[in-house]
């Protein structure tokens, strides 16, 4: 108990307990995925392949998804924290694919690197959308950066514009307590952000995150819907999309973690020396598998503390 009273302290201190993109100065967003080539370009626009209309935007090391109807667009993350151009760059991106006006815009989930400069999309007249639970936070961490959401999804939501079905799913709190799934059901996709990490390690310790367990229920709750293709709000593993066998690779991290931590703390390892111990060479091509393996532990070894 106390190792979690210092870590919720050092949270605290470093912003983290809102969330890594919460707090009125965030920490840095978090890194894009090792996977990135340094040389691409600053931004890029793509037809998801074997879509008419489902498109990503990647700003940097951020992604978002937007999909083009013949009654507007339903845009999601705006992806501008510190980088206002990241957003009129979007807005621009999409008016070269279409002159449909902007209809929606649908937070992922509450972190600011991925929702901050919704402005210019809110200035042309769209509706913007997240969970409730995203909306609470938001208005608990006010920032002039953000718009609120005019309208909230608690569950489920179905969003039809244009011919086109767009589910928002909540499957529980994961890497936040308020991460959307957004299901296109004709097209067999999903978008998810920072909760379905391809063949990446989880961020750092894990910060706001209520409760890893809750996590994986969430993974599985994932794999359960009816999809064949994953856009991942970054671009993990050279940029590719994600698929189930993915959520269930990262469902068996985190068994195989939890269960190698277990081992630890019985032997009373918890926590200085099994973030330095342990190691799970299965995962070691994976992304960020040396810089956040000893805080993945650490979170860990904290749920064995009964945390
Ligand atoms: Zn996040």
Same mark, same amino acid.
């Given at each position: 108990?106390?190792?979690? #009273? ?6 605290? @201190? ?39 209309? #489902? ?15 013949? @009654? ?79 309208? #909230? ?39 998810? #952000? ?95 598998? @040396? ?17």
């Amino acid at each position: 108990m106390r190792r979690h #009273v210092m870590w919720v302290a050092a949270a605290t @201190a470093l912003g983290l307990t809102a969330g890594h993109g919460l707090a009125q100065a965030p920490p840095a967003a978090q890194p894009a995925p090792q996977a990135t080539p340094p040389a691409q370009p600053m931004f890029a626009t793509r037809k998801v392949e074997g879509t008419d209309n #489902v498109y990503i935007f990647r700003y940097q090391g951020h992604q978002s998804m937007f999909v083009v109807t013949k @009654a507007g667009v339903i845009a999601t993350d705006p992806i501008g924290l510190r980088r206002p151009q990241a957003d009129t760059t979007y807005i621009d991106e999409i008016k070269k694919v279409t002159s449909q006006p902007i209809k929606y815009v649908i937070y992922s989930h509450s972190h600011y690197d991925h929702i901050a400069g919704g402005k210019p999309f809110k200035d042309l007249g769209a509706r913007f959308i997240a969970h409730k639970n995203a909306q609470a936070q938001l208005k608990r961490f006010p920032s002039p950066d953000v718009v609120m959401p005019d309208e #909230v999804v608690d569950n489920k939501r179905t969003i039809t514009l244009g011919g086109t079905t767009l589910e928002l799913i909540y499957v529980g709190r994961n890497h936040s307590d308020n991460s959307l799934v957004m299901r296109l059901p004709k097209e067999k996709l999903i978008f998810t #952000v920072d909760f379905v990490p391809i063949q990446t390690l989880l961020f750092r310790n894990l910060p706001d995150t209520a409760s890893p367990p809750e996590w994986e229920e969430s993974l599985k709750r994932v794999a359960a819907l009816d999809w064949e293709r994953m856009i991942p709000g970054h671009p993990y593993a050279g940029g590719r999309l994600g698929t189930k066998q993915d959520v269930q690779d990262l469902i068996g991290y985190m068994q195989d973690l939890g269960a190698e931590v277990k081992k630890a703390a019985a032997e009373g390892k918890c926590t200085d020396t099994a973030m330095k111990e342990i190691k799970l060479p299965k995962y070691e091509k994976w992304g960020n598998y @040396a810089a956040f393996l000893p805080g993945n532990v650490e979170r860990y070894c904290y749920l064995n503390n009964g945390n």
